[in-house]
């Protein structure tokens, strides 16, 4: 038999898929046994599962790393707006006082800038200008 093949009884070795290789892990048997039950359940093979089951997981690992990103991006937008919407209130705000100490101190030019055709209804309104708030000294 010094040339000749050898032939083996029994079942041909299987042929793995391309682009695949074999991995062997150790563990627990009981865990071992779930694996088998749940296999059962779902009608396919113990090794089956697991590949799935670790298919899954990468790919989801994947997914949630990219949500992830996601909201960090979308934590970041939110902190922009927040931080413009204050910028924009101090600005009316500062605005509206400058206005108020404008119109309580008689210039009219800035009356009609800000209310335009109802200037005169404004200096009906608030003839004392008694609301202002701030102090009759810092006017």
Do not use: C, W
């Amino acid at each position: 038999m010094s040339g000749e093949t050898k032939k083996r009884a029994g079942r041909p070795p299987k042929v793995k898929p391309a682009n695949t290789s074999e991995l062997r892990i150790t563990i627990p048997t009981v865990t071992v046994e779930y694996i088998k039950q749940v296999a059962a359940i779902k009608g396919m093979e113990p090794g089956t599962l697991v590949r799935e089951a670790v298919e899954t997981h990468v790919s989801l690992g994947e997914r949630l790393e990219k949500i992830e990103a996601d909201m960090n991006e979308v934590r970041g937008l939110h902190s922009s707006i927040l931080t413009s919407l204050d910028r924009i209130g101090e600005f009316i705000a500062r605005r509206e006082r400058d206005y108020r100490i404008a119109l309580a101190g008689g210039d009219s030019q800035v009356a009609d800038e800000v209310f335009a055709d109802d200037v005169m209804d404004v200096r009906r309104d608030f003839p004392e200008y008694d609301d202002l708030p701030f102090e009759k000294g810092d006017r």
